[in-house]
């Protein structure tokens, strides 16, 4: 039985949750064009350009379309971790995964409903679309260096002017322990999915953000919430930003309305500056650390997102791994206390060894 109990039909319930918490719709570009101000320089120019949208249809994984997608089994018998492990200072490995295509769609937040989304910029699995499922993706052809990994990931687009702008080659995302006690990550379970971020945040509320790591960067300029104005106009500068996923579960949920209530962040143990995963949300999962790099510098007053100003980034990430695989690279790099590579190669520690093979495999 669901522990959480269903007050709302299900569109009244979506409807609700994501107008409310998470606001994403499409590019009112209609309204440039009537008044003869481009498109992407009138999204620029106002965040209110981006107009909500609301979700009409329920995941085909979820079968009784009320907006929550129970876990099989559900993991109950949890206490979070107060644990002191052994020093590692890292505990991480990297899944490098290229652009695979950009469309307006988001299999969660607007599940079958093509079109409905901001643009998104697609990475790792080849098939994503708004019909995606966990069936649809598991198994699947991925740009990610391990075949194994067949985990949609995506964010909206990055636009100069009317250009799109798309990140080149592998990005680098991170898996790594979230909590103190890096010997309690486990694996995500199958057809995890989240939202990492609000595209109708504030400045303020994305600087105040638990996932924000440094902000957008160019050059020698950090932390910044917004895009900024210039950058250095050299080769090897690019505009950078990081942002953190939360990683304590609950549990029970591979999904939720508001596609964020299953999942939260780790909370300071009292008394200590450890990190365990808060009560309610028991188990400790890889973080994900989105590490994204587009090719665009000099004049940045035109760069802007799909979704409005830079401070209304977020991504998407949906988890179709292999089990073994992921299994695999968990125990041997996070809770091992490893710095791994895609491979999961400690360049410092190699004794420990690989867990994949040359071609990203398990042996």
Same mark, same amino acid.
């Given at each position: 039985m669901r522990s959480s109990p269903k007050r709302l039909p299900a569109l009244l319930l979506g409807t609700a949750l994501v107008a409310g918490v998470l606001g994403i719709g499409t590019i009112a570009s209609a309204a440039g064009a009537d008044n003869g101000?481009?498109?992407?320089?009138?999204?620029? !120019?106002?965040?209110?350009?981006?107009?909500?949208?609301?979700?009409?249809?329920?995941?085909?994984? /979820?079968a009784d379309g009320d907006g929550y997608i129970p876990a099989v089994p559900q993991v109950t018998d949890v206490t979070p971790s107060t644990a002191t492990p052994p020093p590692a200072y890292h505990h991480e490995f990297q899944a490098g995964c290229a652009v695979t295509h950009t469309a307006p769609d /988001?299999?969660?937040?607007?599940?079958?409903?093509?079109?409905?989304?901001?643009?998104?910029?697609?990475?790792?699995n080849t098939s994503t679309n708004a019909a995606s499922t966990t069936g649809s993706l598991y198994g699947g052809n991925t740009t990610c260096k391990a075949p194994a990994d067949a985990s949609a990931y995506w964010m909206p687009s990055l636009y100069k002017g009317d250009q799109k &702008?798309?990140?080149?080659?592998?990005?680098?995302?991170?898996?790594?322990?979230?909590?103190?006690?890096? +010997?309690?990550?486990?694996?995500?379970?199958?057809?995890? +999915?989240?939202?990492?971020? !609000?595209?109708?945040?504030?400045?303020?509320?994305?600087?105040?953000?638990?996932?924000?790591?440094?902000?957008?960067?160019?050059?020698?300029?950090?932390?910044?919430?917004?895009?900024?104005?210039s950058c250095p106009s050299r080769p090897d500068v690019q505009l950078n930003l990081r942002m953190q996923a939360p990683s304590c579960w609950n549990g029970l949920y591979l999904d939720t309305p508001d596609h964020k209530s299953h999942m939260?962040?780790?909370?300071? @143990?009292?008394?200590? !500056?450890? !990190?365990?995963?808060?009560?309610?949300?028991?188990?400790?999962?890889?973080? &994900?650390?989105?590490?994204?790099?587009?090719?665009?510098?000099? /004049?940045?007053?035109?760069? $802007?997102l799909a979704s409005g100003r830079g401070y209304s980034f977020h991504y998407d990430f949906f988890n179709a791994w292999e089990? $073994?695989?992921? @299994?695999?690279?968990?125990?041997?790099? &996070?809770?091992?206390?490893?710095?791994?590579?895609? $491979?999961?190669?400690?360049?410092?520690?190699?004794?420990?060894?690989?867990?994949?093979?040359?071609?990203? +495999?398990?042996?």
């Amino acid at each position: 039985m669901r522990s959480s109990p269903k007050r709302l039909p299900a569109l009244l319930l979506g409807t609700a949750l994501v107008a409310g918490v998470l606001g994403i719709g499409t590019i009112a570009s209609a309204a440039g064009a009537d008044n003869g101000t481009p498109p992407a320089v009138a999204t620029a !120019n106002a965040h209110a350009g981006h107009v909500m949208a609301v979700s009409t249809q329920a995941s085909g994984d /979820d079968a009784d379309g009320d907006g929550y997608i129970p876990a099989v089994p559900q993991v109950t018998d949890v206490t979070p971790s107060t644990a002191t492990p052994p020093p590692a200072y890292h505990h991480e490995f990297q899944a490098g995964c290229a652009v695979t295509h950009t469309a307006p769609d /988001d299999p969660i937040v607007y599940p079958g409903q093509f079109g409905k989304s901001h643009d998104h910029t697609f990475m790792g699995n080849t098939s994503t679309n708004a019909a995606s499922t966990t069936g649809s993706l598991y198994g699947g052809n991925t740009t990610c260096k391990a075949p194994a990994d067949a985990s949609a990931y995506w964010m909206p687009s990055l636009y100069k002017g009317d250009q799109k &702008i798309l990140p080149v080659g592998p990005q680098v995302i991170y898996y790594k322990a979230g909590v103190t006690d890096y +010997r309690s990550v486990r694996p995500f379970p199958k057809g995890l +999915r989240f939202v990492v971020g !609000n595209p109708m945040q504030s400045a303020e509320e994305f600087r105040a953000h638990k996932g924000f790591v440094e902000g957008w960067e160019c050059g020698d300029s950090f932390f910044n919430t917004d895009i900024p104005a210039s950058c250095p106009s050299r080769p090897d500068v690019q505009l950078n930003l990081r942002m953190q996923a939360p990683s304590c579960w609950n549990g029970l949920y591979l999904d939720t309305p508001d596609h964020k209530s299953h999942m939260a962040y780790p909370v300071v @143990k009292p008394g200590t !500056n450890d !990190n365990m995963c808060p009560a309610s949300h028991p188990v400790a999962l890889p973080m &994900i650390e989105f590490k994204m790099a587009w090719p665009v510098n000099g /004049d940045m007053s035109q760069v $802007r997102l799909a979704s409005g100003r830079g401070y209304s980034f977020h991504y998407d990430f949906f988890n179709a791994w292999e089990e $073994r695989t992921l @299994k695999a690279l968990v125990d041997h790099c &996070i809770v091992g206390g490893l710095q791994c590579d895609t $491979r999961g190669f400690d360049l410092y520690r190699p004794e420990r060894g690989t867990v994949l093979n040359a071609d990203h +495999r398990l042996p």
